[in-house]
Structures are given as structure tokens and as C-alpha cells.
């Protein structure tokens, strides 16, 4: 049974198909990425596997449990964790505070243990401020850990959203453009954090990028999707020679 | 009273709610901001009706322009010297909700204080009589409000749909960055909004002071949260949406208050919007616009 | 090293500061009692006093909801109504005790009423509120509060318009003082948690916020049932020193006094709160004089803290003795510079008036 299946997966606002007849599976361990041109409907394909969107047609599955109409924050409870395409921290709290906020789904202390300042509550605090360390360390970031988040550089904003994503300890993760605005030695340096975080932490990723060597690098395999249906699916080199794919992308004869 | 008299009553006051509706439909549109302050206006506009009726004893026409030119001054003024800078730089809803509500109330004690809290009167000014329709009888007084009402809509459909400033204006209401870029001057288009406007709540207030001969610094703010219930219900950002939903809140408030009782009127206003905004907050002919991901 | 000891110094850090701070309020706590004793303090400045912690109690948990959760609420006055009615009614009615330690049992039990009954008021209004975005939201609970009001109005039990009168004065300075520290306490040990973050993540972004796996609707429903018993509190404590209530009282005018405390303390700072509820009771009775101009006041005082200073005097961050003690330092370097510049003769460096703006983006 794959880790993530979804079938036929479809949306249409109103009268525009956005997506139409799209699968993907993939498996424990997995580095798929998600390519096409602009417009094509990738970021909606994270979205309505995060209830950002309500599918139209089709299924989502998490290890055979279909997560349609769940919540956005229950889908992220069961295992998927995403990034934005626009970074979305929280700019006014610090680097640590973003990733703590993560890991608040596997903190149990009430309320009322935290006003009583009961044993549970300084227990998890401390676990949970080791365990933030240790993923900013991970991204290097540690030294950046008090700072506000809007005030770090671009790169390690993007660094950031991943450490933060990943706080919530998920099966699969879905990166939104995560090498965008990078320099050829930012993006080295983030292939590398991938492959290590997949590694470490037994978890799949799903995967958009425009960045065509970043996309070769990393990804075991490719599905390619072009308004919104998928055109070409498979081994990267493969895909990458697959005339539709050319066509796609410099717009064909 | 029967239920043909309640309908007219009700068609009376939702012709008003209507008129100021417009007014917060217009500004939410342009600059997606509920304008706290537009049912306040109203009251600037009576009073200025009564300074220049009453206390000038200039003719009801002078008092009528008058009015409707001041309103639009002093809407114009809000907007540069509240708003806009707010606006400019990108600020917070909640910062931008609070400025409103400090307008108005400041609007409210600066005239209470100008006029003192006690109510003013206006005699009427519409002609006595009325006409027979259906088993009721109408006033003049509604049949010219309701005329009135119906006039303003049409000149106003045609000044949005048929002139240049009416194009800019919607312009800047789908897409303020693209309308500047366009060449559109957004800043008076704004300003130029907010006129219309508030020149509509002053002849909401004229059409008021026809049939409730009563001003006091505090008629504004009820009167105000009615005419906003009517614009979230017919759709806010839309014009023929602000008089469907200020007709429907007219009649439904006069049902209430024949049928029912007319101590709960204003919780039913309320329970209006709370209905509209659970089940659909677009309104009745608003159009839906979900944040992008 | 065994997790015990990790734990201790990060632990003992925080029991101090908790310490001082309890000593701090305690001393105040004396300092008044004694003052107050003595005769220093006579029946006027207590009965301002006791409208002040009634005030923190409101402005706080406002600001709760308002500054650091990031939602407007205007109909707080109504949940304070709410708590008043409740906790009159019960010591009026429930002919439970009312003097000595029975009666102190007995208002305790009032307040609590009061606050749940409150509470659960809150819980039936955010159900269907908090649905909603910023305008909307305003707009409702202003009506909600409207509501509530002309219910209160319409009731017999209630007293209709005249409201209730001879309600026993229990509340004295030392019920609102231990109880406004309480309430202080509360909330910000609450948002020194998880659950604060959680509360915080969704002012700063609602949508990251439910990718990282918060449950919003639960967060805000929290935050706002908070702020509701809190108020609740407060109407019980307002009814039992004033000893008599009708529902003009809380209006929507009382909504925006309490919404201008938390918008001059500080949306989002608690400490902020305390001391413009502090400010904004005393002024007014120091400026008796020109009470005429009060609202009036209070309006342009929103519309130019929101043009020139939207985060308010203390924007996000609390007063605290570790904090109060660095400002104090740093002034103190700066006379010192200054006073060196004067001896050389030299003459002031420009101030980078753009960096210091983009660091008080709130």
C-alpha cells in the first residue's frame, strides 16, 4: 500500500477545470517532484491535498485513509505537512517560537496545568525546547533561534518554513517551491538538507519546483502536469526527454 | 393598520436604508473598508439641513444642496485625514476598524456638544395628503421618498456604468494597483467615492427628516447599523444589492414592529445579519472572493 | 547528566522571577491596606482604586481576545452585563449568607457564577461569530452586545430599565486587588504556554497556523470564552460595589472606554493594559471637569494612536523588572554619552530616524 494515493483527483471553480483526472502515488521514502509550467495547477494540488480546496471529484488517501473533507489542521495532525509558495511564517515571533508552534499537536499539558505551572507543563516545555533545537540544528539555524523571524535573510526564511513543516513530525511533506529566490550554493546546500531530512526522519516528499537541476538532483521521480492534467509521469530523465514535456514548457511546434 | 399600509411604511424606511446603504456598499467596494462613521453622516447631514433650514430660514432646496455638498466634504475629509494614510501604508483590518469607530463616536460628541444631546425638530417639510392605493393610504411624503430613492439608484447605475469616473471607480475596486498603473488617479477616485457617498447619506437624511421630524447627535449610529445589515444582505459592494437588501430591511423591521412588537425591532435587525452572515455572507447578489494560497 | 538536573536551572530562572513578582504584589497589596489604615487613603481614592483593578480585569482580558489574539470584539460591555446581573441576582436571591467568612463563601460563589453564566453566553455567541473575518466579527458581537442589552431591558427579573438596586456592597478594595492579580496571572501564564503560542500563531497568520496543525476554531473559541468569564468577573464586582445596575450602564460607549485601554496600553501587551486601565480610571476622575469631553477624547485619542502608533505605548512587549531594569541602563548610558559630548564640546550624531521606525514595526 503506498503512503499517499491519490486518484482522479479533480476541481473546477465554477465554470474553469483546474485540475482533471491527476495520480499520484507515492511510497514510504519517496522524492517525487511535481513540474509543469506556470498556471498549471501544482500549488492547487497541494492545496486540496491540505483542504485549502474541496476536491470536486476524486480520493486522497494516507495510508488507506481517505482525508477528504478533513480539516486542514487534522490533515496535518495524520501526517502531511506543507510549505507556501509566499513564505508564510510568523513573522513577530522568534525562529524557535516557529517551530515550537509545530510541535503544539504533540503537547498534551492543558490549560489549566499551564496556569498551575504543574509538573507536565515544565516537563514538555523543556522537551520541547530540545526538540526545536535540534531541528534549527539540522538547518543550521540554531544561532538564529531568538531571532524574529522577519528578520532573518531570505534564505534561511525559506529554511525556516521547511524546519517548521517538519516540527509537525509528518509521513509526507509537501514543499512549495522551496528553492526559489536561492543561489546556485543556497541550492546545493538545500538538496543536501533534503536528502539528509528524508533520510533521518523516514519521511516522503512531494515536491514543486521550477528549478530544473534542483528537480534532476533530488528527485527519484517526476509527474509533470500542464492545465491542470498530467501529461507525462516517471523516471526524471525519462519525463525530461518526453517531447510533450518540451512541449509543455517552450509552448510546442 | 393593515398590511398593505405596513408594506408602504416598510418600503418608506427601506427607500433610506437603501440611500445610506449605497454609501456603505460604494466605500467597502472601493477600498474594502466598512466605513463605521457612514451612519453618523446622516446626522451631519440633518444637521446641517437644520442649521441651514431652521436657523438660516434659507429655502429647503439651498438646504437640501447644501447639506449634500457638506456631507460630501466632510466624507472626503474622513477619508484623507483618517483613512487614507492608513490605507497607503498597508495597515492591519483591526487598525483600520478602530480609526472608523473613533470617527464616529468622535462625530457623535462633537455634535452633541455643538447642539447639545437634546432632540431637535424639524417641521415637516413634505406636502400633507395622501393618495389612495390598494385598500391604504400613501403620503406624499413616502411617495416622494420612494420616487426619490428610485432616482438616485438609476442616476447612480448610469454614473458607475456610463461615465469615465464611473469606470475608474470600479477599476480601482477589482484591482487598486493595476487601476494605478492603468493611469487611474486612485487617490481621488477614493476620495471621489466617499463624496458620493456620503452626499447619498444626506439625502437619506433630508427623506428621513420628512417622516421622523426628530434629530438628535445619536440618530446616526441605529440608523446607520440598519442601512449596513441591508447592505451585507443585498451583497455588499453592490449597488442594486444595497436597495434590494434596504427595501427587504424596511419591510421586514415594519412587519415586525405590526406583527410582533416594536421593542425587539432592533434585536430582529440584528438577528438579520447574523443570519446572512452564517449562511451566506456575500448576500444576495455579492460575489464570493476566497484568499489565495 | 540525568533530565532532573537539565530542568532545574531552566525551572529556577522563571520561579525566581515569579517569586519577585509575587513579592511585588503582595507589598502593594500591604503598602494599600496600610495606607488606607492610616487614614492616607480615605473612601474617595479607595472607591477609584477599586475601579481601577475593575477596569485591569476588563482591559486585560479585552486584550486578550482584541490585542493578542487579533480579533475586534466590541461587545464586552455585554459580558460584563451579563456577570453583573448573574452575580446580583444570586446574592439577592439565593438567601445564602452574606456576612462574615459564609459570606465571603457566598460572593466568591456569585462571582464564579457570574463568569460562567457569562462564559456560556460567549460560547453560543463565538459559535457562530468567529466564523467570521475582522469587519464581520466586529460588527457582530457589537450586535450581540446590543442583543444582550435590550434582553436585560425587556426581562422582569431583571428590573427592566430601572434594574436592580440594594445589592449588598461586597466588594471591597482587597477582593478586586487579589482578584485583578489573579486575573493577571492567569493570562499571562496561560499565554507563556503552548496555548499561547497557538493563540499567537493565529494573529500572525491563520492559514500557517492550521498547516502547522492548530486547531483555530478551538484557539479563538478558547480565547474569546476567556475573555468573556473575565468580564463576567468583573460586572459581578462592579454590581456589589456600586449596588445598583441597569443595563444603560454597559453599553457600547462602556465597550470602547474598555477598547481604548487596551489600544493605548498595547494590543497584545498585558502589563500595557494594566497601566492604561490604571491612566484611563484616574484621569477621568482627576479631569472631572472636563468629563463633558471625555468620549470625545477617548475618540481622537483611537484615531491618532492608530495614525501615529498602532501598537500602542507598550506594543507587544510587557513591562518587567528585567526589562524596566535594561531600559534604565540604556538611558542611563545615553545621559551618560550625552553628558561626555557636552564636556567635549561636540556636537550630537544624527539619529537614524529610518532604522528606528523599521524596528518599531509592531
Same mark, same amino acid.
Given at each position: 500500500?503506498?503512503? =499517499?494515493?491519490?486518484?482522479?483527483?479533480?476541481?473546477?471553480?465554477?465554470?474553469?477545470?483546474?485540475?482533471?483526472? %491527476?495520480?499520484?502515488?507515492?511510497?514510504?521514502?519517496?522524492?517525487?517532484?511535481?513540474?509543469?509550467?506556470?498556471?498549471?495547477?501544482?500549488?492547487?494540488?497541494?492545496?486540496? #491535498?491540505?483542504?485549502?480546496?474541496?476536491?470536486?471529484?476524486?480520493?486522497?488517501? #494516507?495510508?488507506?485513509?481517505?482525508?477528504?473533507?478533513?480539516?486542514?489542521?487534522?490533515?496535518?495532525?495524520?501526517?502531511?505537512?506543507?510549505?507556501?509558495?509566499?513564505?508564510?511564517?510568523?513573522?513577530?515571533?522568534?525562529?524557535?517560537?516557529? %517551530?515550537?508552534?509545530?510541535?503544539?499537536?504533540?503537547?498534551?499539558?492543558?490549560?489549566?496545568?499551564?496556569?498551575?505551572?504543574?509538573?507536565?507543563?515544565?516537563?514538555?516545555?523543556?522537551?520541547?525546547?530540545?526538540?526545536?533545537?535540534?531541528? =534549527?540544528? %539540522?538547518?543550521?539555524?540554531?544561532?538564529?533561534?531568538?531571532?524574529?523571524?522577519?528578520? #532573518?535573510?531570505?534564505?534561511?526564511?525559506?529554511?525556516?518554513?521547511?524546519?517548521?513543516? #517538519?516540527?509537525?513530525?509528518?509521513?509526507?511533506?509537501?514543499?512549495?517551491?522551496?528553492?526559489?529566490?536561492?543561489?546556485?550554493?543556497?541550492?546545493?546546500?538545500?538538496?543536501?538538507?533534503?536528502?539528509?531530512?528524508?533520510?533521518?526522519?523516514?519521511?516522503?516528499?512531494?515536491?514543486?519546483?521550477?528549478?530544473?537541476?534542483?528537480?534532476?538532483?533530488?528527485?527519484?521521480?517526476?509527474?509533470?502536469?500542464?492545465?491542470?492534467?498530467?501529461?507525462?509521469?516517471?523516471?526524471?530523465?525519462?519525463?525530461?526527454?518526453?517531447?510533450?514535456?518540451?512541449?509543455?514548457?517552450?509552448?510546442?511546434? | 393598520?393593515?398590511?398593505?399600509?405596513?408594506?408602504?411604511?416598510?418600503?418608506?424606511?427601506?427607500?433610506?436604508?437603501?440611500?445610506?446603504?449605497?454609501?456603505?456598499?460604494?466605500?467597502?467596494?472601493?477600498?474594502?473598508?466598512?466605513?463605521?462613521?457612514?451612519?453618523?453622516?446622516?446626522?451631519?447631514?440633518?444637521?446641517?439641513?437644520?442649521?441651514?433650514?431652521?436657523?438660516?430660514?434659507?429655502?429647503?432646496?439651498?438646504?437640501? &444642496?447644501?447639506?449634500?455638498?457638506?456631507?460630501? $466634504?466632510?466624507?472626503?475629509?474622513?477619508?484623507?485625514?483618517?483613512?487614507?494614510?492608513?490605507?497607503?501604508?498597508?495597515?492591519?483590518?483591526?487598525?483600520?476598524?478602530?480609526?472608523?469607530?473613533?470617527?464616529?463616536?468622535?462625530?457623535?460628541?462633537?455634535?452633541?456638544?455643538?447642539? !447639545?444631546?437634546?432632540?431637535?425638530?424639524?417641521?415637516?417639510?413634505?406636502?400633507?395628503?395622501?393618495?389612495?392605493?390598494?385598500?391604504?393610504?400613501?403620503?406624499?411624503?413616502?411617495?416622494?421618498?420612494?420616487?426619490?430613492?428610485? $432616482?438616485?439608484?438609476? &442616476?447612480?447605475?448610469?454614473?458607475?456604468?456610463?461615465?469615465?469616473?464611473?469606470?475608474?471607480?470600479?477599476?480601482?475596486?477589482?484591482?487598486?494597483?493595476?487601476?494605478?498603473?492603468?493611469?487611474?488617479?486612485?487617490?481621488?477616485?477614493?476620495?471621489?467615492?466617499?463624496?458620493?457617498?456620503?452626499?447619498?447619506?444626506?439625502?437619506?437624511?433630508?427623506?428621513?427628516?420628512?417622516?421622523?421630524?426628530?434629530?438628535?447627535?445619536?440618530?446616526?449610529?441605529?440608523?446607520?447599523?440598519?442601512?449596513?445589515?441591508?447592505?451585507?444582505?443585498?451583497?455588499?459592494?453592490?449597488?442594486?444589492?444595497?436597495?434590494?437588501?434596504?427595501?427587504?430591511?424596511?419591510?421586514?423591521?415594519?412587519?415586525?414592529?405590526?406583527?410582533? !412588537?416594536?421593542?425587539?425591532?432592533?434585536?430582529?435587525?440584528?438577528?438579520?445579519?447574523?443570519?446572512? &452572515?452564517?449562511?451566506?455572507?456575500?448576500?444576495?447578489?455579492?460575489?464570493?472572493?476566497?484568499?489565495?494560497? | 547528566?540525568?533530565?532532573?538536573?537539565?530542568?532545574?536551572?531552566?525551572?529556577?530562572?522563571?520561579?525566581?522571577?515569579?517569586?519577585?513578582?509575587?513579592?511585588?504584589?503582595?507589598?502593594?497589596?500591604?503598602?494599600?491596606?496600610?495606607?488606607?489604615?492610616?487614614?492616607?487613603? *480615605?473612601?474617595?481614592?479607595?472607591?477609584?482604586?477599586?475601579?481601577?483593578?475593575?477596569?485591569?480585569?476588563?482591559?486585560?482580558?479585552?486584550?486578550?481576545?482584541?490585542?493578542?489574539?487579533?480579533?475586534?470584539?466590541?461587545?464586552?460591555?455585554?459580558?460584563?452585563?451579563?456577570?453583573?446581573?448573574?452575580?446580583?441576582?444570586?446574592?439577592?436571591?439565593?438567601?445564602?449568607?452574606?456576612?462574615?467568612?459564609?459570606?465571603?463563601?457566598?460572593?466568591?460563589?456569585?462571582?464564579?457564577?457570574?463568569?460562567?453564566?457569562?462564559?456560556?453566553?460567549?460560547?453560543?455567541?463565538?459559535?457562530?461569530?468567529?466564523?467570521?473575518?475582522? *469587519?464581520?466579527?466586529?460588527?457582530?458581537?457589537?450586535?450581540?452586545?446590543?442583543?444582550?442589552?435590550?434582553?436585560?431591558?425587556?426581562?422582569?427579573?431583571?428590573?427592566?430599565?430601572?434594574?436592580?438596586?440594594?445589592?449588598?456592597?461586597?466588594?471591597?478594595?482587597?477582593?478586586?486587588?487579589?482578584?485583578?492579580?489573579?486575573?493577571?496571572?492567569?493570562?499571562?501564564?496561560?499565554?507563556?504556554?503552548?496555548?499561547?503560542?497557538?493563540?499567537?500563531?493565529?494573529?500572525? *497568520?491563520?492559514?500557517?497556523?492550521?498547516?502547522?496543525?492548530?486547531?483555530?476554531?478551538?484557539?479563538?473559541?478558547?480565547?474569546?470564552?476567556?475573555?468573556?468569564?473575565?468580564?463576567?468577573?468583573?460586572?459581578?464586582?462592579?454590581?456589589?460595589?456600586?449596588?445598583?445596575?441597569?443595563?444603560?450602564?454597559?453599553?457600547?460607549?462602556?465597550?470602547?472606554?474598555?477598547?481604548?485601554?487596551?489600544?493605548?496600553?498595547?494590543?497584545?501587551?498585558?502589563?500595557?493594559?494594566?497601566?492604561?486601565?490604571?491612566?484611563?480610571?484616574?484621569?477621568?476622575?482627576?479631569?472631572?471637569?472636563?468629563?463633558?469631553?471625555?468620549?470625545?477624547?477617548?475618540?481622537?485619542?483611537?484615531?491618532?494612536?492608530?495614525?501615529?502608533?498602532?501598537?500602542?505605548?507598550?506594543?507587544?512587549?510587557?513591562?518587567?523588572?528585567?526589562?524596566?531594569?535594561?531600559?534604565?541602563?540604556?538611558?542611563?548610558?545615553?545621559?551618560?554619552?550625552?553628558?561626555?559630548?557636552?564636556?567635549?564640546?561636540?556636537?550630537?550624531?544624527?539619529? *537614524?530616524?529610518?532604522?528606528?521606525?523599521?524596528?518599531?514595526?509592531?
Amino acid at each position: 500500500m503506498a503512503l =499517499l494515493e491519490v486518484k482522479n483527483l479533480g476541481i473546477a471553480f465554477g465554470g474553469l477545470r483546474a485540475l482533471k483526472d %491527476v495520480q499520484i502515488t507515492i511510497d514510504n521514502g519517496e522524492i517525487v517532484g511535481l513540474i509543469g509550467p506556470n498556471g498549471a495547477g501544482k500549488t492547487t494540488v497541494f492545496n486540496l #491535498l491540505t483542504d485549502v480546496y474541496l476536491p470536486t471529484e476524486g480520493t486522497i488517501e #494516507l495510508e488507506g485513509n481517505s482525508i477528504v473533507g478533513k480539516k486542514t489542521y487534522e490533515i496535518t495532525q495524520h501526517g502531511i505537512a506543507r510549505t507556501f509558495q509566499n513564505i508564510r511564517l510568523f513573522k513577530y515571533l522568534s525562529v524557535i517560537d516557529n %517551530v515550537k508552534i509545530a510541535m503544539n499537536s504533540q503537547m498534551k499539558y492543558s490549560g489549566f496545568a499551564a496556569v498551575l505551572r504543574l509538573p507536565s507543563y515544565w516537563k514538555e516545555e523543556q522537551r520541547v525546547e530540545e526538540k526545536a533545537r535540534e531541528l =534549527l540544528r %539540522v538547518f543550521d539555524l540554531e544561532q538564529y533561534a531568538e531571532t524574529r523571524a522577519a528578520n #532573518l535573510p531570505y534564505g534561511q526564511q525559506r529554511k525556516l518554513e521547511i524546519a517548521r513543516a #517538519l516540527a509537525t513530525d509528518p509521513k509526507v511533506l509537501l514543499l512549495d517551491e522551496p528553492a526559489a529566490g536561492m543561489n546556485p550554493t543556497e541550492t546545493l546546500e538545500l538538496m543536501e538538507t533534503i536528502k539528509l531530512i528524508r533520510d533521518r526522519f523516514k519521511i516522503s516528499i512531494l515536491l514543486i519546483e521550477h528549478d530544473m537541476s534542483f528537480v534532476m538532483g533530488i528527485c527519484e521521480r517526476l509527474v509533470v502536469l500542464d492545465y491542470g492534467m498530467i501529461i507525462a509521469a516517471g523516471d526524471p530523465e525519462e519525463v525530461r526527454a518526453d517531447p510533450k514535456v518540451i512541449a509543455a514548457y517552450l509552448g510546442g511546434e | 393598520m393593515n398590511f398593505i399600509t405596513q408594506i408602504i411604511n416598510g418600503l418608506n424606511a427601506g427607500s433610506i436604508y437603501a440611500l445610506v446603504a449605497l454609501g456603505y456598499s460604494m466605500v467597502y467596494g472601493i477600498v474594502k473598508l466598512i466605513n463605521f462613521a457612514h451612519g453618523d453622516i446622516i446626522m451631519v447631514g440633518a444637521y446641517a439641513v437644520y442649521v441651514v433650514l431652521i436657523m438660516l430660514k434659507l429655502p429647503l432646496w439651498v438646504s437640501v &444642496l447644501a447639506s449634500m455638498a457638506f456631507c460630501a $466634504l466632510v466624507g472626503v475629509l474622513i477619508e484623507k485625514l483618517a483613512y487614507s494614510r492608513l490605507l497607503n501604508a498597508g495597515a492591519q483590518r483591526i487598525s483600520l476598524l478602530i480609526t472608523a469607530i473613533g470617527v464616529s463616536i468622535f462625530l457623535q460628541n462633537l455634535f452633541q456638544l455643538l447642539f !447639545s444631546s437634546s432632540a431637535k425638530s424639524v417641521p415637516g417639510f413634505f406636502p400633507e395628503g395622501s393618495v389612495g392605493f390598494g385598500g391604504a393610504s400613501v403620503g406624499f411624503g413616502t411617495i416622494i421618498t420612494i420616487a426619490a430613492t428610485v $432616482l438616485v439608484m438609476i &442616476l447612480l447605475q448610469l454614473l458607475i456604468n456610463k461615465t469615465k469616473t464611473g469606470k475608474a471607480m470600479r477599476a480601482v475596486s477589482e484591482d487598486a494597483g493595476a487601476a494605478r498603473l492603468m493611469g487611474i488617479n486612485t487617490e481621488s477616485t477614493i476620495a471621489f467615492t466617499f463624496a458620493i457617498g456620503s452626499a447619498l447619506a444626506a439625502v437619506g437624511a433630508v427623506l428621513y427628516m420628512g417622516s421622523y421630524p426628530q434629530i438628535t447627535p445619536y440618530m446616526g449610529s441605529m440608523l446607520g447599523l440598519k442601512a449596513f445589515v441591508a447592505a451585507v444582505l443585498g451583497g455588499i459592494g453592490s449597488v442594486p444589492g444595497a436597495m434590494i437588501g434596504g427595501l427587504i430591511m424596511g419591510v421586514a423591521e415594519s412587519l415586525t414592529k405590526g406583527y410582533i !412588537s416594536s421593542n425587539i425591532s432592533d434585536a430582529v435587525v440584528f438577528g438579520i445579519l447574523i443570519v446572512v &452572515l452564517l449562511f451566506k455572507p456575500t448576500g444576495l447578489m455579492g460575489k464570493n472572493v476566497k484568499e489565495k494560497v | 547528566m540525568s533530565k532532573k538536573n537539565k530542568l532545574a536551572p531552566y525551572m529556577k530562572k522563571k520561579l525566581i522571577s515569579y517569586l519577585i513578582n509575587f513579592l511585588l504584589v503582595v507589598a502593594g497589596f500591604v503598602v494599600i491596606n496600610v495606607l488606607t489604615t492610616l487614614g492616607v487613603i *480615605d473612601r474617595y481614592i479607595a472607591g477609584i482604586l477599586t475601579m481601577v483593578c475593575i477596569n485591569i480585569i476588563l482591559a486585560v482580558s479585552l486584550n486578550l481576545v482584541t490585542g493578542i489574539l487579533g480579533q475586534l470584539v466590541l461587545g464586552h460591555a455585554g459580558f460584563m452585563a451579563v456577570g453583573a446581573y448573574t452575580a446580583a441576582l444570586f446574592t439577592i436571591h439565593s438567601g445564602l449568607p452574606l456576612e462574615g467568612f459564609g459570606g465571603a463563601i457566598t460572593f466568591l460563589l456569585a462571582l464564579v457564577l457570574g463568569g460562567l453564566v457569562a462564559a456560556l453566553f460567549s460560547v453560543i455567541i463565538g459559535i457562530p461569530a468567529l466564523r467570521l473575518k475582522g *469587519d464581520y466579527l466586529a460588527i457582530i458581537t457589537l450586535g450581540f452586545g446590543e442583543i444582550i442589552r435590550v434582553l436585560i431591558l425587556n426581562l422582569d427579573f431583571t428590573g427592566g430599565a430601572l434594574g436592580l438596586r440594594n445589592i449588598p456592597g461586597m466588594t471591597t478594595f482587597n477582593w478586586v486587588y487579589i482578584l485583578a492579580a489573579l486575573t493577571v496571572y492567569i493570562i499571562y501564564s496561560y499565554m507563556l504556554s503552548r496555548h499561547g503560542r497557538a493563540v499567537l500563531a493565529i494573529r500572525e *497568520d491563520e492559514i500557517a497556523a492550521e498547516a502547522a496543525g492548530i486547531h483555530t476554531t478551538y484557539y479563538k473559541m478558547a480565547a474569546f470564552v476567556m475573555a468573556a468569564f473575565f468580564a463576567g468577573v468583573a460586572g459581578g464586582l462592579y454590581a456589589h460595589y456600586i449596588g445598583v445596575i441597569a443595563p444603560s450602564k454597559f453599553n457600547f460607549n462602556y465597550s470602547v472606554e474598555i477598547l481604548v485601554m487596551v489600544v493605548l496600553g498595547g494590543m497584545g501587551s498585558i502589563t500595557g493594559s494594566v497601566i492604561a486601565a490604571a491612566v484611563l480610571t484616574i484621569l477621568p476622575e482627576a479631569l472631572r471637569a472636563f468629563s463633558d469631553y471625555r468620549m470625545l477624547l477617548y475618540s481622537v485619542v483611537l484615531i491618532l494612536m492608530m495614525l501615529f502608533r498602532p501598537g500602542g505605548l507598550l506594543g507587544r512587549s510587557e513591562l518587567s523588572i528585567a526589562g524596566l531594569g535594561r531600559w534604565i541602563k540604556r538611558m542611563a548610558q545615553r545621559f551618560a554619552a550625552w553628558l561626555r559630548r557636552r564636556k567635549n564640546g561636540e556636537k550630537a550624531p544624527k539619529k *537614524d530616524k529610518k532604522s528606528r521606525k523599521k524596528g518599531e514595526v509592531q
